[in-house]
């Protein structure tokens, strides 16, 4: 790979508290990572200089909670609950009998779809999940196809109670022989600890086995009603909790005292129009909070991080500085990839080389303008794939 120097930047955000936003900043990207980072003045040599004219720069979005391996459509659900039919975990069902009967092919091609699509509005990173085959040969088979695209793989088989299978068999597969086939091609497991779904006591036997299994942890938790997700989230010591929409003053005050980070996803809520979640309070009693578009057929089928973003600014009562702090180093974090080196969510010298280049002078413009395309330049591993 050549190496590129960026230069005439408006806005550099780096999510380092060294590097901070420095001023007539210019950035190098050698290969992978990012080789330098200073002033344009004595910037080094490069083999292709770009010169951004005045535009923003920030890391790549980190997506860190998408449900992509998926066939089918749930239009029709959606249409109901914008009548007034409320959300319930069941629906998943549908989606699960429509991905049993893809074919290989079909799923890859699905993912890879919504994976660019993602990537061309800035997402560099992204997290996604099985879950929408409920059997050993159909979750293995969401693994392995998601190990080929995406950045995290997460094994849910704990996603629902499969119609017809009595829920303690089905836990006894998951943490069993599911579990067992899976795990080479997921780093992390979940589960839906939620009314309709898991229990308490359900989901803490699947995140048990999983760290058994040497998989890290995380939770579906607090989405439809407030629930033990949270507090079993951070005993267990799960990387994050996601959901949160409805959280309780003791839940707060355990994720400000843990390092599990609170991941919203205020797409999902405004879709099956749920209040939004408290990010405000999360971050005033000082927990990590992430924002991820939960992109899914069912409950949030959108990939625009930054629709995440401007949510959070104009409705959830987020700085923009907070809110893209969130939808990038926060995702980091929740996938604990924001250190070390090729760290993403971040640009400093040594992390991946993730760069996103907005069409406006600044990250506020997100809010500002807001349902406005404004990508106007990607770089994943330092690859420009727009």
Request: hydrophobic residues 45%; proline residues 4%; glycine residues 10%.
């Amino acid at each position: 790979m050549t190496s590129t120097l960026i230069t005439g930047i408006g806005e550099l955000t780096t999510n380092d508290e060294e590097l901070g936003r420095p001023a007539d900043a210019a950035l190098v990207l050698d290969g992978d990572r990012i080789a330098w980072i200073g002033a344009a003045s004595a910037a080094p040599a490069a083999d292709e200089i770009l010169d951004v004219e005045g535009r923003a720069v920030l890391p790549g979005w980190v997506d860190s909670h998408t449900h992509l391996v998926f066939a089918g459509d749930r239009t029709a659900e959606f249409e109901a609950r914008m009548a007034g039919a409320a959300y319930a975990a069941g629906g998943i069902a549908v989606t699960v009998e429509a991905t049993r009967g893809a074919t290989d092919a079909e799923l890859a091609a699905g993912l890879r779809k919504h994976v660019d699509e993602a990537a061309a509005q800035g997402t560099t990173c992204v997290e996604t999940k099985t879950g929408y085959g409920l059997t050993v040969a159909d979750e293995v088979r969401a693994a392995r196809i998601a190990a080929e695209v995406a950045d995290e793989v997460t094994f849910l088989g704990a996603h629902l109670v499969p119609p017809g299978a009595d829920a303690e068999d089905y836990l006894d597969e998951v943490c069993g022989p599911m579990l067992d086939a899976v795990a080479p091609y997921a780093r992390w497991a979940d589960v839906f600890c939620e009314t309709g779904a898991f229990d308490e006591t359900q989901s803490r036997r699947v995140l048990t086995a999983a760290a058994a299994k040497g998989l890290g942890l995380r939770v579906h938790g607090n989405q439809l009603g407030q629930g033990p997700g949270v507090r079993l989230a951070v005993e267990l010591g799960a990387a994050s909790v996601d959901h949160c929409t409805h959280l309780s003053d003791a839940d707060i005050e355990a994720l400000a005292g843990s390092a599990t980070v609170a991941t919203l996803l205020p797409a999902c809520d405004l879709s099956t129009r749920q209040p939004l979640p408290p990010g405000r309070r999360l971050l005033d009693a000082g927990a990590t909070v992430a924002l991820a578009s939960n992109c899914n057929p069912g409950s949030s089928y959108t990939s625009s991080m930054a629709f995440c973003v401007t949510t959070a600014v104009l409705q959830m009562g987020l700085s923009v500085e907070e809110a893209v702090r969130a939808a990038t180093w926060g995702g980091a974090r929740a996938l604990r990839r924001e250190t070390g080196d090729g760290a993403v969510g971040v640009l400093r010298p040594g992390a991946r080389a993730d760069v996103h280049v907005l069409d406006a002078p600044s990250a506020t413009h997100l809010a500002y303008r807001p349902g406005v395309p404004l990508t106007h330049a990607v770089w994943r591993k330092g690859s420009r794939v727009r």
